[in-house]
C-alpha cells in the first residue's frame, strides 16, 4: 500500500471524531453535515493504522451504497489506491494487503464470515437492529472499531445502544452529535427555511440531528420505563410466547412471564431468516405455551408433533394493537433490553400508513409481541402453562 489516505480540512465535530480513540464512534448529523466524507476517510485511515487485513463498508441498500456512500469513497481514495470487483462487492488495495467489503445491510447476514479489523456503517439509523448485533461479532476477535454515520430516523436502536449507552458513561462509546448548520458547508438560509416549513419533529431529525419520535406511530407510548436491565424469573411463572413465522422475513418467536401484578415481562427473542422449521425450534422452550400467526396452520402443526405447545392466535390485528397499547399505557408491558433489541427497535419504527394501516415493513416483531398478548388476554391463566 503506498499512499496515505488523502488529507482534508476537518470542521470541530469531524475532528472530534477524528482524534477520539473509542472502540464505536457515533456521527450523528443533520442532513448535508459532512458525515459520509468523514466516514470515508476514517475507514481509509483504519486501514493505513491497522494494516494487511479485511475491512467492511456498509449502507442500509446497495442504492444508498452506490449513490451516496460509494460515491463519496470513491471521492476520497487516492489515485491508484487499488480497484473495485463488482461482481464480489470489494475494493481492493493495489498491493492486495487491505479489501474492504462493499455490503447492504437490508440482509444483515450478508456481512457474516467477515473477520473485520474496522467498520464504517454509513446512514445506520436505516439498518434493523439485528445488523448491530452481526457487526459486533465481525470485529470481535480483531478488537476493531466501529464507525457510525447518520441522520436519526428515529428513536430506534441508535438510539438506546449508542447514544444511551454513551449517556450512561461507557467506555467504549462516543457519540457526537450537532446541526448540519454547524457545518461551515451547509447554508444558514436553507437551515432556516426548512426550520419554517417542516414538522417540529422532522426539522429536529433531519437538520439538527435531534432523536425525536416518528410521527404516526403505533406504540407512541413506549419509551424508556418499558425497557428492563435484568430479568429474574420466579418458580412457577407463567410463562407465554409468540410466534411470527418467515423464510426470507425472519421467523421470530418471543418469550415473557406474568408476574402477580399482570405485568408481561418480555424476556427472550428469537429471530433468523432462512432456516427450516426443525432448526428454529431447537431454539423453543417446551415450557412456554407459543400463540403463533393462525396463516401458519402447517407450521404449528409440526410444532406440535415436535412436542411444543403451539396454538393459533387471533389475528384481528386492531384488536391486537389495542390490547398491547393497553398494556403499554398502564405500565403493564416490560421488555428486556439486552435479549429483545429487535423487537424494541421496530416498536420505536412501527407506524400507521395514510389509510390508518399498520406498515407491513420490519413488523415481525411486533406481530409476533401481538399474538402473544391476545393469547394471554384471550385464555384463561389456567390454560397457560408453568415453569416447575
Not at 45 to 50: D, G, I, L, R
Not at 171 to 186: L, R
Not at 212 to 241: M, N, R, T, W
Request: aromatic share 12%; proline share 5%.
Amino acid at each position: 500500500m503506498e499512499q496515505k489516505p488523502k488529507t482534508i480540512t476537518l470542521h470541530p465535530h469531524q475532528e472530534k471524531a477524528w482524534k477520539s480513540k473509542k472502540r464505536f464512534i457515533a456521527l450523528c448529523a443533520g442532513v448535508q453535515g459532512g458525515k459520509t466524507t468523514f466516514g470515508a476517510l476514517w475507514i481509509l485511515n483504519e486501514a493505513w493504522e491497522k494494516g494487511p487485513g479485511d475491512y467492511i463498508i456498509a449502507a442500509p441498500s446497495y442504492r444508498m451504497l452506490e449513490q451516496s456512500t460509494l460515491v463519496k469513497f470513491r471521492e476520497i481514495v487516492p489515485k491508484d489506491y487499488g480497484k473495485f470487483n463488482t461482481q464480489r462487492s470489494t475494493f481492493v488495495t493495489s498491493d492486495g494487503s487491505r479489501t474492504f467489503f462493499l455490503r447492504s445491510a437490508d440482509k444483515p447476514e450478508s456481512l457474516e464470515g467477515i473477520t473485520a479489523r474496522a467498520i464504517w456503517a454509513d446512514e445506520a439509523s436505516l439498518m434493523k437492529a439485528y445488523t448491530w448485533i452481526i457487526m459486533q461479532n465481525r470485529v470481535s476477535a480483531t478488537r476493531g472499531r466501529v464507525l457510525f454515520t447518520f441522520t436519526p430516523a428515529r428513536m430506534n436502536w441508535v438510539y438506546h445502544d449508542l447514544y444511551r449507552r454513551w449517556k450512561d458513561g461507557d467506555p467504549d462509546y462516543e457519540f457526537i452529535q450537532f446541526a448540519n448548520v454547524e457545518s461551515p458547508y451547509f447554508p444558514r438560509e436553507e437551515y432556516e427555511r426548512a426550520k419554517r416549513t417542516l414538522t417540529e419533529t422532522q426539522f429536529k431529525l433531519r437538520y439538527e440531528g435531534i432523536f425525536a419520535k416518528a410521527e404516526g406511530l403505533i406504540y407512541p407510548d413506549f419509551g424508556p420505563q418499558h425497557i428492563e436491565d435484568s430479568v429474574d424469573i420466579p418458580l412457577g411463572a407463567k410463562c407465554v410466547g409468540g410466534i411470527d413465522f418467515g423464510w426470507n422475513n425472519p421467523f421470530v418467536a418471543l418469550e415473557g412471564w406474568l408476574d402477580g401484578d399482570d405485568v408481561l415481562h418480555v424476556y427472550s427473542e428469537y429471530y433468523q431468516p432462512q432456516r427450516t422449521l426443525a432448526q428454529h425450534a431447537q431454539y423453543l422452550s417446551k415450557d412456554v405455551t407459543y400463540y403463533a400467526d393462525p396463516s401458519g396452520k402447517q407450521e404449528i402443526e409440526e410444532l406440535i408433533s415436535m412436542g411444543y405447545d403451539v396454538r393459533a392466535a387471533d389475528n384481528d390485528v386492531n384488536m391486537g394493537i389495542n390490547r398491547v397499547n393497553e398494556r403499554i399505557k398502564t405500565n403493564r408491558l416490560k421488555v428486556l433490553r439486552e435479549r429483545c433489541r429487535n423487537l424494541i427497535d421496530e416498536k420505536e419504527t412501527y407506524c400507521w400508513d395514510e389509510k390508518d394501516r399498520p406498515i407491513k415493513e420490519n413488523d415481525h416483531c411486533c406481530d409476533a409481541e401481538r399474538y402473544m398478548v391476545m393469547g394471554l388476554d384471550h385464555y384463561a391463566p389456567a390454560e397457560i402453562m408453568v415453569l416447575g
